[in-house]
């Protein structure tokens, strides 16, 4: 059952903030530790230490950084607890350091384990999901193993991408195969022996309450998706987790899934000792947008019409934040459903949930002076149909970046993307083409502080780079906002009106194309009386203190702001107009056959200068392709016809159909 409400109230009035506690176990918001993912087990990514200040933090400095083994690189979260700093690296190593000097105390690596985004801890232990979708826990003083939860033979080999949580003695693990036809699951373990105590399929069997949502006499709940990509929330008070789920699948093939889909684009409180739904409350009604909910929940306090409530924020790719109760999963600001454009052959719901007077972050269509020409732009819910093969849409504003709540301001801060991209289906529903990038199109970031008492916008940053995955914030209560940007920078921003305060060049950078992903999440810790900041900078992490003395880095190139090719570069003589493809769609058990008209094979090609290159038309429309420079041209080239081109100058070019102008190709003249 859909949940809407047009509930008013009062101005949520500013929480308290919870002193710093000598011993910390991720009940309250961290203080001298950070021993949950999120900092706490809410996942608030706030620090109750406020010895950097607005005042002093120009004093800021590295007080040590070390380098990682090489190709070896982490953007893990990291955790402090029990005197030790704990990292993932991409080699599936998981690392223990002084967090005082960096010094590494013990590492351990495990057959199979490929994470990268840290691991989770409590009594005593360190937990971390391996790729064939189990669970180990290791000793958090020696690195030694001390238990391994197997994987349900029932449940396909689908990986965990983003690592276990504690909470009041169960260990909750997610998987994120439902993007690979199958379903997104959550498994709560007895931390201390690795026992499993539930399991939660994201898609309901039939008989289970939601299963009503998807299609009658039909088995596509089998393979419904609904992934979980990030790190769930927990209130061990309330014995609940939360868990916010991803997209159904197949992504764009709604005509086959029709109903609301539950429990996908959702986020879903389970009580914590048996897995069970408490509530829950479903984003988007129906995705055939692909519109995971991929940032975690974040849980905060409030006061409501004179009361306290226990609040849930929770982010939709679009940019919008929905305010909940998460005793209740109603909302504690107003939410209405409104209609939204219709396709009856996908199914399309008639409305789709939205604030009441919410602002968004980011924008809601693409932009025009984003994307190059030969293309058109959409929005947010438009129907994606395949007689459309020349859409840019919005695609995600806030996805993965982790989003931190002061305590101190009543702020969320989050990191947007504003990054369009292609995005196409075939007529077969069961294709999924990954949204594509195209060169010319131009990027831009936000870093933005949403006030949970109205839902608005307090202040917004334009940053030069989209981060759709990278450090996101954290906040202090030294009333301080933390970010890594994609370009290597170590940022400070004033929390309340988001100035920027100090930055530090690490002298690392990211790689075109990888969302951002060069720094990790930032935490906030205390070692020998000093407040510390720390994070993992792809081949280093960093740790900063009041005085430290490691001085900056030269800076890297700027990034690039405008996308460019890239892939493989193929050397032809030979240039096929026209893919032909076979899916094999293994959980599934079925192969599914689609054909592209406006694929280029190779789409970079290669050649010597004076060669020939013969383009083959394998489709069943007419072709002219020409370069952009006007050098060259094919002249038009009918069904099932070729024509050859020679390019006397060594040189680079890019051609367009002219027809098609979203479809195109490169070659580069030697």
Same mark, same amino acid.
Request: one cysteine or more.
């Given at each position: 059952?859909?949940?809407?409400?047009?509930?008013?109230?009062?101005?949520?009035?500013?929480?308290?903030?919870?002193?710093?506690?000598?011993?910390?176990?991720?009940?309250?918001?961290?203080?001298?530790?950070?021993?949950?993912?999120?900092?706490?087990?809410?996942?608030?990514?706030?620090?109750?230490?406020?010895?950097?200040?607005?005042?002093?933090?120009?004093?800021?400095?590295?007080?040590?950084?070390?380098?990682?083994?090489?190709?070896?690189?982490?953007?893990?979260?990291?955790?402090?607890?029990?005197?030790?700093?704990?990292?993932?690296?991409?080699?599936?190593?998981?690392?223990?350091?002084?967090?005082?000097?960096?010094?590494?105390?013990?590492?351990?690596?495990?057959?199979?384990?490929?994470?990268?985004?840290?691991?989770?801890?409590?009594?005593?232990?360190?937990?971390?999901?391996?790729?064939?979708?189990?669970?180990?826990?290791?000793?958090?003083?020696?690195?030694?193993?001390?238990?391994?939860?197997?994987?349900?033979?029932?449940?396909?080999?689908?990986?965990?991408?983003?690592?276990?949580?504690?909470?009041?003695?169960?260990?909750?693990?997610?998987?994120?195969?439902?993007?690979?036809?199958?379903?997104?699951?959550?498994?709560?373990?007895?931390?201390? /022996? #690795? !026992?499993? $105590?539930?399991?939660?399929?994201?898609? =309901?069997?039939?008989?289970?309450?939601?299963?009503? +949502?998807? &299609?009658?006499?039909?088995?596509?709940?089998?393979?419904?998706?609904?992934?979980?990509?990030?790190?769930?929330?927990?209130?061990?008070?309330?014995?609940?987790?939360?868990?916010?789920?991803?997209?159904?699948?197949?992504?764009?093939?709604?005509?086959?899934?029709?109903?609301?889909?539950?429990?996908?684009?959702?986020?879903?409180?389970?009580?914590?000792?048996?897995?069970?739904?408490?509530?829950?409350?479903?984003?988007?009604?129906?995705?055939?947008?692909?519109?995971?909910?991929?940032?975690?929940?974040?849980?905060?306090?409030?006061?409501?019409?004179?009361?306290?409530?226990?609040?849930?924020?929770?982010?939709?790719?679009?940019?919008?934040?929905?305010?909940?109760?998460?005793? /209740? #999963? !109603?909302? $504690?600001?107003?939410?209405?459903?409104? =209609?939204?454009?219709?396709?009856?052959?996908?199914? +399309?719901? &008639?409305?789709?949930?939205?604030?009441?007077?919410?602002?968004?972050?980011?924008?809601?269509?693409?932009?025009?002076?984003?994307?190059?020409?030969?293309?058109?732009?959409?929005?947010?819910?438009?129907?994606?149909?395949?007689?459309?093969?020349?859409?840019?849409?919005?695609?995600?504003?806030?996805?993965?970046?982790?989003?931190?709540?002061?305590?101190?301001?009543?702020?969320?801060?989050?990191?947007?993307?504003?990054?369009?991209?292609?995005?196409?289906?075939?007529?077969?529903?069961?294709?999924?083409?990954?949204?594509?990038?195209?060169?010319?199109?131009?990027?831009?970031?936000?870093?933005?502080?949403?006030?949970?008492?109205?839902?608005?916008?307090?202040?917004?940053?334009?940053?030069?780079?989209?981060?759709?995955?990278?450090?996101?914030?954290?906040?202090?209560?030294?009333?301080?906002?933390?970010?890594?940007?994609?370009?290597?920078?170590?940022?400070?921003?004033?929390?309340?009106?988001?100035?920027?305060?100090?930055?530090?060049?690490?002298?690392?950078?990211?790689?075109?194309?990888?969302?951002?992903?060069?720094?990790?999440?930032?935490?906030?810790?205390?070692?020998?009386?000093?407040?510390?900041?720390?994070?993992?900078?792809?081949?280093?992490?960093?740790?900063?203190?009041?005085?430290?003395?490691?001085?900056?880095?030269?800076?890297?190139?700027?990034?690039?702001?405008?996308?460019?090719?890239?892939?493989?570069?193929?050397?032809?003589?030979?240039?096929?107009?026209?893919?032909?493809?076979?899916?094999?769609?293994?959980?599934?058990?079925?192969?599914?056959?689609?054909?592209?008209?406006?694929?280029?094979?190779?789409?970079?090609?290669?050649?010597?200068?004076?060669?020939?290159?013969?383009?083959?038309?394998?489709?069943?429309?007419?072709?002219?392709?020409?370069?952009?420079?006007?050098?060259?041209?094919?002249?038009?080239?009918?069904?099932?016809?070729?024509?050859?081109?020679?390019?006397?100058?060594?040189?680079?070019?890019?051609?367009?159909?002219?027809?098609?102008?979203?479809?195109?190709?490169?070659?580069?003249?030697?």
């Amino acid at each position: 059952m859909r949940v809407t409400a047009f509930l008013l109230i009062a101005l949520l009035a500013l929480p308290a903030t919870v002193a710093v506690q000598s011993v910390n176990d991720g009940r309250t918001h961290s203080g001298r530790s950070w021993p949950a993912p999120g900092g706490d087990w809410g996942t608030s990514r706030y620090s109750t230490l406020r010895q950097i200040t607005p005042d002093n933090v120009k004093s800021l400095g590295a007080a040590w950084v070390i380098e990682l083994p090489e190709r070896e690189s982490s953007r893990a979260f990291p955790i402090i607890s029990d005197g030790l700093m704990f990292l993932t690296t991409n080699r599936g190593r998981i690392i223990a350091l002084d967090p005082a000097t960096g010094k590494t105390v013990w590492s351990y690596s495990h057959p199979g384990y490929g994470g990268n985004r840290g691991v989770g801890a409590g009594e005593g232990l360190l937990f971390a999901g391996m790729g064939d979708s189990t669970v180990i826990a290791v000793d958090q003083k020696t690195g030694q193993l001390r238990w391994t939860a197997p994987r349900d033979p029932a449940l396909p080999a689908q990986g965990m991408t983003a690592q276990p949580v504690y909470g009041g003695g169960v260990v909750v693990a997610t998987v994120s195969g439902g993007d690979n036809f199958a379903r997104g699951r959550a498994i709560g373990y007895e931390a201390k /022996t #690795g !026992k499993q $105590l539930w399991v939660f399929d994201v898609v =309901p069997a039939p008989g289970q309450p939601g299963h009503e +949502t998807w &299609p009658k006499d039909s088995d596509i709940w089998k393979y419904g998706g609904g992934a979980i990509w990030t790190i769930p929330s927990i209130d061990a008070g309330l014995g609940l987790v939360y868990i916010a789920t991803g997209n159904a699948v197949p992504q764009f093939g709604g005509e086959i899934r029709s109903g609301d889909n539950l429990y996908t684009d959702s986020v879903v409180a389970l009580e914590l000792k048996t897995g069970k739904i408490r509530w829950h409350y479903q984003l988007v009604h129906h995705d055939i947008w692909e519109q995971d909910v991929s940032t975690g929940p974040v849980l905060y306090d409030a006061t409501v019409n004179g009361r306290p409530r226990k609040g849930i924020a929770v982010a939709r790719t679009d940019g919008y934040f929905f305010l909940l109760d998460r005793e /209740t #999963g !109603k909302p $504690l600001l107003p939410i209405e459903e409104r =209609p939204v454009k219709q396709d009856a052959h996908m199914a +399309t719901s &008639p409305t789709q949930p939205f604030p009441v007077n919410g602002d968004r972050v980011g924008p809601g269509c693409a932009l025009r002076e984003q994307v190059p020409e030969g293309w058109v732009t959409g929005c947010y819910f438009d129907p994606i149909r395949a007689d459309m093969p020349n859409v840019f849409m919005p695609h995600m504003n806030l996805r993965q970046a982790p989003i931190a709540f002061s305590a101190q301001t009543g702020y969320l801060y989050a990191a947007a993307c504003v990054r369009p991209k292609w995005i196409r289906r075939p007529e077969n529903p069961w294709i999924f083409i990954t949204p594509n990038r195209v060169p010319g199109v131009s990027q831009y970031g936000l870093l933005a502080a949403i006030d949970t008492r109205t839902n608005k916008i307090a202040w917004q940053q334009r940053m030069p780079y989209a981060e759709c995955a990278g450090s996101g914030a954290t906040a202090t209560a030294g009333g301080l906002m933390l970010h890594n940007e994609p370009d290597g920078k170590f940022q400070v921003y004033n929390a309340k009106t988001g100035a920027l305060l100090w930055q530090f060049e690490t002298g690392e950078t990211g790689v075109p194309g990888a969302n951002g992903a060069v720094g990790g999440p930032i935490a906030v810790y205390e070692a020998s009386g000093q407040q510390h900041v720390a994070f993992a900078m792809n081949r280093h992490v960093w740790a900063f203190t009041l005085g430290g003395t490691i001085p900056e880095r030269p800076a890297p190139p700027p990034l690039p702001v405008t996308d460019d090719w890239d892939g493989r570069i193929d050397d032809a003589t030979t240039i096929r107009l026209g893919v032909e493809n076979v899916n094999n769609i293994r959980n599934a058990n079925r192969e599914e056959a689609w054909s592209n008209p406006w694929a280029i094979s190779p789409q970079r090609g290669r050649t010597k200068a004076g060669g020939t290159v013969i383009f083959s038309n394998t489709t069943q429309v007419a072709h002219t392709l020409k370069a952009r420079d006007g050098s060259w041209t094919s002249g038009t080239i009918a069904p099932g016809q070729s024509a050859t081109v020679t390019v006397a100058k060594p040189g680079t070019y890019d051609y367009v159909c002219q027809e098609h102008p979203w479809s195109i190709g490169q070659i580069i003249v030697q």
